[in-house]
Each structure stands twice: as C-alpha cells, then as structure tokens.
C-alpha cells in the first residue's frame, strides 16, 4: 500500500533538543552509521533505520522500536558521517520525542519541546510541593529538630501519595510503548514467544545493572582518547557510578520508610544512614565526571548539549548535595536556621526529582531497561505454539 510521506514528523522531533542544528535531510541512507555502531550488529539497519523512519513520517513505527532506546550516544556514528548529518543528535532528540508521546498527561511534551516549557514544570512542582510543606511547617527557632521543623509524617504522606502517582504516569508511559511494539511486532508478523519473556526481563535487569551493552561500546569504540582513559574514567563506570549511587540512595529511602520511626534519632552507623550517605558519594562521584565533560566539550556525547543535558545532572547534584548536608545537620545539637533552609530545599528538590522521573530526560531508566527486555524478547527463539500468532 502507497504511503504519503509527511515530513512533520522530522520537525517535531527537531524541536526535542537538536533544534535548528539537526540536519538529517541531509542523510543519503549510506549506512556509514551503522557500519560503526558497536550495537548495530544485531540490529539489522540500526541507527540508519531510525533516520529514515523519521524522514518519511514512520511515526508509529519509530515509537515502537526498541532500538531507539539501545544507543548509549557514544558518538561513533556522528563522527564518521561524510554528510554532518549528525545521527548521535537525532537518537537524542527521537528519545526525547518518545517520552513526550508515551506520557499521557502532557507535561513531558511541555517540559521537553522547550527550556521555557521545562523550566514552567519544574515551577509548577516545585510550587505545589513548598505550598504543601509550607501548609505544616513549624516556626519554633532555629534550634527546632529538622523533622519537627517539617512534621516527618507529612513529608511521609506527601511521598507515599507521589511515589503513587508518579508510579500510575510510569505505569502509563511503559504500557504505551509496550502495547506499540507488541502491535507492531504482530504486523511485521514477528513471533514473540511468551515463554522466553521471564528470561528477557532477566537479561534486561543484568544489561541494566551491570552496563554489559555500554562497556560494549566503549570497548569496541574507535576513540583513542576514550580509550587511553583510566579505567575509573570509563564512560561506563560513569553512568553507573550516577545510576548505582541514586538507586541505592533510593533503596536507603525506602527502607527508612518502612522500617524506621519517622524523624527518630539513629547512629550515624544505621545500616540506611550508611547506605544512604555511601549512594551520594558514589553518585556525586559520577555526577562530576559528567559536568566538568560537558564543560569541556571535548569529547561525544557531550561536544553538544542542550538544557534538558545540563538540567538533569545539575538537578540531580544540589539534590545529592543537600541531601549530604542534612545528613550532618543532623546529628549537630543545634539545626540552625540555615539546616532549616538546606533541609526545606532538599525536601522540595528530592519530590520534583520524583516527580518528573516519567515525563524528562531522567525517564531513560525506564524506556532503556524496557527497550532491553523488548529487544532480548524479540530475538529469543520463537515457539509457534506460544506466540503472539497462536491460534486457541
């Protein structure tokens, strides 16, 4: 069947962070990009495919594809591209336009398109979120104990309440992409064992925690400078130092939570305490690598970065910063006036950060893992009996 070719889909997705500066009409599909993607050996046509989905307004097609979550942006493409069509620029800004159409709500379109539009929703949760606090704070002094200060019962109903929501819009986002690739896979006629979808998951999970599908490009990429990096330089020790570091600052949140009395007094050597305060370093760690490299420019996939770039990481810093803060403010006898400010922000920074997992870029860590156990799927072996195909 003919297919009108749209080129409105390309203009969207410029406005998801490349802008003005992606000029992928200038592709000629001569594959260049995927000869060089340490990934696209299993991936057929990728990232080359992506490109020319988003030419002839394949929208649909392009949202469903796990492949588009499976680049790490390790510039390879873009470097060798004889046409500066700038590939690496384009998965960026796709991914970007993804998230705007999974959410449901949306925010992630406004937050997304624009810093305004990212700057207003930030706003808007920062404002509800101080009103909220604001409406049980206690002005007893400065030597008033932080979660007296902040009644620790209500910062517990306001997170219980938002981890609820944010929960639902992720929920939301990941079964829009899940029920995309499953129609599209059905068209294309693909089979998709359901025995195999445990394994996949587990796969996804292992490829997640442990950066297998980055320390892959990193070690098959042709950049000497990466390549002469100490090992605890390596792009991939990096992200993970980021994602380990804020998973395990969330684990010691949640146990706290569930376990502990809230705003009681613990040792400094509680199992959370520790594995809170040992998060934030180790994210810290990662989060400087990641700054001063977009600073200096100097190397993919930071030579180009837009605000949602420098947003997350900078938001994600004074976050982890303050958190720190706190964790010494509390043990000293006296709060003052400035732990009660450090605190309020933190308090306030930690729920936005929460809140717009689903709807920034922060949303990676849901749509990659996702487009890993979606990708493991689709290329397990195939039983006819389990499939998608299968007739009761």
């Given at each position: 069947m003919a297919r009108v070719v749209n080129t409105s889909l390309l203009q969207k997705i410029k406005k998801h962070g490349a802008g003005s500066s992606l000029d992928v009409s200038a592709c000629f599909q001569c594959g260049n990009c995927t000869a060089v993607c340490p990934l696209a050996e299993d991936s057929g046509g990728f990232p080359r495919r992506m490109i020319r989905m988003a030419q002839v307004d394949m929208e649909q097609e392009l949202l469903a594809s796990e492949e588009l979550w499976r680049c790490y942006a390790c510039g390879e493409c873009t470097q060798t591209c004889p046409r500066q069509a700038d590939p690496a620029a384009f998965m960026a800004a796709a991914r970007s336009y993804a998230i705007s159409r999974y959410d449901f709500t949306g925010l992630a379109a406004l937050a997304n398109r624009s810093i305004v539009g990212n700057l207003l929703v930030f706003a808007m949760f920062s404002a509800v979120f101080s009103a909220l606090l604001l409406s049980r704070m206690h002005t007893g002094g400065p030597d008033l104990p932080l979660f007296h200060f902040l009644p620790g019962e209500w910062i517990h109903s306001i997170g219980v309440a938002l981890f609820a929501v944010v929960g639902l819009s992720a929920f939301f986002g990941v079964a829009s992409m899940t029920w995309r690739f499953w129609q599209q896979r059905r068209s294309e006629g693909v089979a998709l064992n359901l025995g195999a979808l445990p394994a996949a998951i587990y796969s996804a999970a292992a490829d997640a925690l442990l950066h297998r599908r980055f320390?892959?490009?990193?070690?098959?990429?042709?950049?000497?400078?990466?390549?002469?990096?100490?090992?605890?330089?390596?792009?991939?020790?990096?992200?993970?130092?980021?994602?380990?570091?804020?998973?395990?600052?969330?684990?010691?949140?949640?146990?706290?939570?569930?376990?502990?009395?809230?705003?009681?007094?613990?040792?400094?050597?509680?199992?959370?305490?520790?594995?809170?305060?040992?998060?934030?370093?180790?994210?810290?760690?990662?989060?400087?690598?990641?700054?001063?490299?977009?600073?200096?420019?100097?190397?993919?996939?930071?030579?180009?970065?837009?605000?949602?770039?420098?947003?997350?990481?900078?938001?994600?810093?004074?976050?982890?910063?303050?958190?720190?803060?706190?964790?010494?403010?509390?043990?000293?006898?006296?709060?003052?006036?400035?732990?009660?400010?450090?605190?309020?922000?933190?308090?306030?920074?930690?729920?936005?950060?929460?809140?717009?997992?689903?709807?920034?870029?922060?949303?990676?860590?849901?749509?990659?893992?996702?487009a890993l156990a979606l990708f493991a799927w689709r290329h397990a072996p195939a039983k006819v009996a389990a499939s998608v195909h299968a007739e009761a």
């Open positions: 320390q892959q490009c990193a070690a098959e990429s042709g950049a000497d400078a990466r390549a002469a990096q100490p090992w605890y330089q390596q792009p991939w020790l990096i992200h993970a130092s980021v994602m380990g570091g804020f998973l395990a600052m969330l684990v010691a949140t949640t146990l706290d939570f569930l376990f502990k009395p809230i705003g009681s007094v613990v040792p400094p050597w509680y199992p959370t305490r520790i594995l809170g305060a040992a998060g934030g370093l180790v994210c810290l760690y990662g989060l400087t690598f990641v700054l001063l490299r977009r600073k200096q420019g100097k190397e993919h996939p930071y030579q180009r970065s837009s605000f949602a770039d420098w947003f997350f990481p900078v938001l994600l810093t004074v976050t982890v910063l303050t958190g720190l803060f706190c964790e010494v403010v509390v043990y000293l006898p006296s709060p003052t006036a400035l732990g009660h400010i450090v605190f309020f922000a933190h308090v306030v920074l930690a729920m936005d950060l929460v809140a717009l997992l689903p709807l920034t870029k922060f949303a990676h860590v849901l749509y990659r893992t996702l």
